[in-house]
Nanobody
């Protein structure tokens, strides 16, 4: 069993910053891509940023220049540093991890429970 636990969400004023963290634990052999998605009320879930085990990154256009994704492979943890936050960034943020469990030869995508980010104007 693999668990992802997120932290760092909250309420912030427009222009402010937040740092989200997500730690994976459990029966893990290795983790390929880790990422962050978000879902605003009434909208579909969308990719915010992703990072491979080698450090290659991918960002949504809305996140480029303001958000930065990083990871600590030794801790199985992914971070999302968010700056210059806007009210439209308000959403529940979910982390994901493509995990190779112990003794298994394929990866599975696991999701965190989500953390609320609210940006006030």
């Amino acid at each position: 069993q693999v668990h992802l636990v997120e932290s760092g969400g909250g309420l912030v004023q427009a222009g402010g910053s937040l740092r989200l963290s997500c730690a994976a634990s459990g029966s893990i052999s290795s983790i390929n891509t880790m990422g962050w998605y978000r879902q605003a009320p009434g909208k579909q879930r969308e990719l915010v940023a992703a990072i491979t085990s080698g450090g290659s990154t991918n960002y949504a256009d809305s996140a480029k220049g303001r958000f930065s994704i990083s990871r600590d492979n030794a801790k199985n943890t992914v971070y999302l540093q968010m700056t210059n936050l806007k009210p439209e960034d308000t959403a529940v943020y979910f982390c994901t991890a493509d995990v190779f469990p112990m003794l298994v030869t394929r990866s599975y995508r696991y999701w965190g429970q989500g953390t609320q980010v609210t940006v006030s104007s």
